[in-house]
């Protein structure tokens, strides 16, 4: 058995802390995403004019979600930059499909059989 000394008692309390951090962070951000989810829920039944109004609210708070998500939970907060130029080019990808769907919405095709 490895004898208690000052050196070990600190660290012991370092990791304590360290671990404590995370637990009340991962709280938080629990607690965010019941809020955001029963916002999302409220904001369902608001009407924003038009249809593509209600779908770019619900997904800036989605946007927002996820964020919080993949900043906390996925621990990107922390990461190299490598890993925020990959999430970056498929940031942009995902943004580049929305927008062909939309440009889809606008302008259907129309076939005529």
């Known amino acids: 058995m490895e004898p208690i000394t000052e050196h070990s008692h600190a660290a012991d309390h370092d990791a304590?802390?360290?671990v404590n951090t995370h637990v009340k962070g991962?709280?938080?951000v629990g607690g965010l995403l019941a809020f955001c989810t029963a916002l999302t829920?409220?904001?369902s039944y608001v009407n924003f004019g038009t249809p593509q109004a209600n779908i770019v609210v619900a997904m800036v708070l989605a946007t927002?979600?996820?964020g919080c998500v993949?900043?906390?939970f996925m621990h990107l907060?922390?990461?190299k930059w490598t890993i925020y130029r990959i999430l970056l080019i498929t940031v942009l990808f995902a943004i580049?499909?929305?927008a062909l769907t939309g440009?889809?919405?606008s302008d259907p095709i129309r076939l005529n059989f």
Do not use: P, R, T
């Open 77 to 79: 907060k922390s990461e």
């Open 16 to 18: 304590a802390h360290h």
């Open 26 to 28: 991962y709280i938080l």
């Open 64 to 66: 927002f979600k996820v």
């Open 70 to 72: 993949a900043a906390i």
């Open 103 to 105: 440009l889809a919405m």
């Open 96 to 98: 580049g499909l929305f």
């Open 41 to 43: 829920v409220g904001l």
